[in-house]
Structure formats: C-alpha cells, structure tokens
C-alpha cells in the first residue's frame, strides 16, 4: 500500500522531468561501454564409464563475446577467468551474472565515463 501510495506521487515529477529533458540532462555528460561474455565448460575427451560415457570437463572458456566501440574485445577461446580479469583492470565493474542449465555463465560488464568538457 505504502509503495503504491508513493508511485502515484511520484510519477508525474517523473513524467515532467522527462519531458522537460532535466533527467536526460543530467547524464548527458557521460557515456558508457558495455562487455557480455558467454563462458561454457570446454570438454576434453569422453571417458568411459558406467552407464552412459561421460566428457571430461576441462575448463570455462569464452564461447561468445560481444563488446560496444569503447571496450576491450575478448577473444572466442580464452581461459574465462583470464577474460574476466582483463575486463575488470580495464575499469568495468560486473553488473549482472546468470548461470544455465547448461552450465553456461553470461557475465555483463559496463563501465561508465564522463566525457570531458562537454559543451
């Protein structure tokens, strides 16, 4: 109750803001840049076993990654913990990680910057 009470007085402060362009204004004078990385367990031979052979898991690998204009690419194949360190020293902070039933972790990194003496 206390929450929806709160959201209707809000919301047309929220509207007019929007529309006077002050919340936009506010972080126009930064940018940001985005990596999402796909690690997936990286299997080596299959190894016999009862009742059903099962692969031997190797390592977490990047699968697929993807990176905005500003940000480092990471290479398909690398160790994933080598990745994420990279990305990290470069100044991204981990927004989100989600695992898969395939045992795939998706990590998102952004880093946001203020652009110089925007005018």
């Known amino acids: ?4 009470v709160m959201a209707v007085l809000y ?17 126009a004078d930064r940018t940001t840049d985005v990596v999402m990385i796909n690690c997936s367990v990286k299997f080596s031979d299959v190894i016999p076993g009862p009742p059903f052979p099962t692969p031997e898991p ?3 690998v990047v699968f697929v990654s993807s990176s905005s204009a500003g940000a480092p690419v990471v290479a ?16 991204f902070e981990l927004r989100r990680v989600k695992g898969t039933q395939s045992h795939d972790l998706n990590y998102i990194l952004i880093k946001n910057k203020r652009l110089k003496n925007k005018k």
Do not use: R
């Open 76 to 91: 398909k194949g690398t160790d994933c913990a080598q990745a994420m360190a990279d990305v990290l020293s470069a100044g």
């Open 11 to 27: 919301t047309p402060f929220l509207i007019t803001g929007l529309i006077l362009g002050i919340i936009p204004q506010a972080f």
């Open 1 to 4: 109750m206390k929450k929806t």
């Open 58 to 60: 190797e390592e977490y």
